[in-house]
Structures are given as structure tokens and as C-alpha cells.
């Protein structure tokens, strides 16, 4: 239940959830003229700020730009892949596919051929309220690298874990275990800040392999630097940016839940 209420209750304080909410209220409150009004225009500047690219593109790039990309050279005991890219073989699928977030999955693979370390941890597994599953998402990953390559006794998998608070926990005990030192974490840039805090409170200092960069240093330049007409359509809210500002205020308020309950 309480993994239930950690993704429902957000649902209200993220952009478009909290845009519906004001305008539901005027709905309730539409006699009020002036402060259904006044409600309206909080919804409006929700949703135009959060689905305005500026302001999207410059909170995806306070989270993506705090870790640097992994330096050449890096040797570590062993990798930890968190979850999260990867959508299991369920009809039509006819394969384990890799989603928006899949390129962590690709970047692990790369790190092993590189020789990183000799060892990835696979660490991700499934909610029990989202309906039952045939595999987990750690061995969804697995089926992937496997596929790509990787040996099968090069991995470990972590499939019990059901957030990224326990991903830390669960796969700390088994460095812990195995009295492993260096551990390279793989995860989207986006996804980085929260996960290294997250392992830092299991006594873990990680070293951040970043990938799945929203925003690139070329997109930054260009966003600051562009055409009249580019300014235009930069203005105006899409479900994309729309959509990268939920993503940042989730992690933003991962860090504060996990803060609170310390």
C-alpha cells in the first residue's frame, strides 16, 4: 500500500494533475466568478511554464549536468544497472523491448566491453499492486545483455526491489557480501542525483555513469540561440516538455519523501 500511495499521491502535485485539480475546483466554485477565475489562470500558468521549453530544458539540465560522463580509464569491482529501461515480453511484444530509458541498459553493455569491471548487477523487480508479471525488470535486462553479448555468469540479478530506495538497499547488501569496493552505477542523468544519494545513505560512494541525456550541450547553445520562429514554437507547451518537467519534479520530490522519512 505504501508504494501505492508514493505514485498516486504525487499524481495530484505534478504539472497536469494539479492543473485538472484547479480546474476542477472552478468548476465547484464557478458562483465565485472571481476566484474561479483566479483558478483558471493558476492552471493556465502551470501548465504554460511547465510545458514551456525553457523552463523544462533548464530543470532536466540542474539534474542532468551534476555528474560528469564516466572518465576513460575507469576501473571498478563491479557494475549496478538500475532498472527502468526495459518493457517485458507480453503480446504483441515478441521480444523484451527497451524504452525511452533503454539506453542505460546499452551503456552497461558498453562499460563491460570497455572492461569496467567484470561483474553488472541487474537490479530492478516488480510492484505487486501494478498486476502480476512473468519476469522482472532485472531479468528483462538480463535477456538483453545476454542477447548483446554479455556472459551469463557476468551478472548478478537484484529482482526484488520495488523503487529505487530499495534498488540501493538490496543491491548494497549484495556488494556488501561480496566485499566488493568500486561500483560504477548506471542509470539515466536524469535519474543520477537521487540514485547516488540513495546509495550514499547505504554507506555506498558510487561512481556515476550517467547516460540518456535529455539535452545536450549543442541543444543548450541552440535553445538560447535561436530563430525567431524556433522562439515561437519554444513558447508554446507541449507534451513533451510537458512531460520532462514531471520527470524532473518527480526525482526533486523522491529526494524530499526519502529525506523526510530519515
Keep these: 500500500m505504501d508504494f501505492f500511495i508514493d505514485k498516486f499521491l504525487p499524481l495530484f502535485v505534478y504539472p497536469a494533475g494539479l492543473a485538472s485539480l484547479l480546474l476542477i475546483a472552478t468548476l465547484i466554485l464557478w458562483k465565485h466568478r472571481r476566484l474561479s477565475l483566479s483558478l483558471v489562470w493558476c492552471a493556465f500558468i502551470i501548465l504554460f511554464l511547465a510545458g514551456n521549453r525553457w523552463v523544462s530544458m533548464s530543470l532536466v539540465r540542474s539534474l542532468e549536468r551534476q555528474y560528469p560522463p564516466l572518465a576513460e580509464g575507469t576501473r571498478a569491482d563491479v557494475i549496478v544497472l538500475l532498472g527502468g529501461g526495459t518493457d517485458p515480453?507480453?503480446?504483441?511484444?515478441?521480444?523484451?523491448?527497451?524504452?525511452?530509458?533503454?539506453?542505460?541498459?546499452?551503456?552497461?553493455?558498453?562499460?563491460?566491453?570497455?572492461?569496467?569491471?567484470?561483474?553488472?548487477?541487474?537490479?530492478?523487480?516488480?510492484?505487486?499492486?501494478?498486476?502480476?508479471?512473468?519476469?522482472?525488470?532485472?531479468?528483462?535486462?538480463?535477456?538483453?545483455?545476454?542477447?548483446?553479448?554479455?556472459?551469463?555468469?557476468?551478472?548478478?540479478?537484484?529482482?526484488?526491489?520495488?523503487?529505487?530506495?530499495?534498488?540501493?538497499?538490496?543491491?548494497?547488501?549484495?556488494?556488501?557480501?561480496?566485499?566488493?569496493?568500486?561500483?560504477?552505477?548506471?542509470?539515466?542523468?536524469?535519474?543520477?542525483?537521487?540514485?547516488?544519494?540513495?546509495?550514499?545513505?547505504?554507506?555506498?560512494?558510487?561512481?556515476?555513469?550517467?547516460?540518456?541525456?535529455?539535452?545536450?550541450?549543442?541543444?543548450?547553445?541552440?535553445?538560447?540561440?535561436a530563430s525567431w520562429e524556433n522562439v515561437l514554437i519554444n513558447l508554446l507547451p507541449t507534451s513533451a516538455n510537458l512531460k520532462s518537467t514531471t520527470s524532473v519534479e518527480k526525482e526533486y520530490l523522491g529526494m524530499l519523501m526519502n529525506l523526510l522519512r530519515r
Excluded: K
Excluded at 520495488?162 to 566485499?179: K, L, V, Y
Excluded at 539515466?188 to 550517467?210: D, K, N, T, Y
Design 89 to 225: 515480453q507480453q503480446s504483441p511484444r515478441q521480444m523484451v523491448e527497451t524504452n525511452g530509458a533503454g539506453d542505460r541498459v546499452y551503456y552497461a553493455v558498453q562499460l563491460y566491453r570497455q572492461g569496467v569491471a567484470d561483474q553488472i548487477i541487474l537490479s530492478g523487480g516488480n510492484i505487486d499492486w501494478q498486476g502480476e508479471a512473468t519476469t522482472t525488470p532485472a531479468e528483462d535486462m538480463q535477456a538483453i545483455l545476454l542477447s548483446a553479448g554479455v556472459p551469463q555468469e557476468a551478472m548478478i540479478l537484484q529482482g526484488a526491489s520495488a523503487n529505487t530506495a530499495q534498488d540501493a538497499e538490496f543491491s548494497t547488501r549484495m556488494i556488501s557480501e561480496q566485499g566488493w569496493g568500486q561500483v560504477v552505477l548506471v542509470t539515466s542523468a536524469m535519474h543520477m542525483p537521487r540514485s547516488v544519494w540513495l546509495f550514499q545513505q547505504q554507506g555506498i560512494q558510487v561512481i556515476p555513469a550517467p547516460t540518456d541525456f535529455t539535452i545536450t550541450d549543442q541543444g543548450w547553445q541552440d535553445l538560447f540561440s
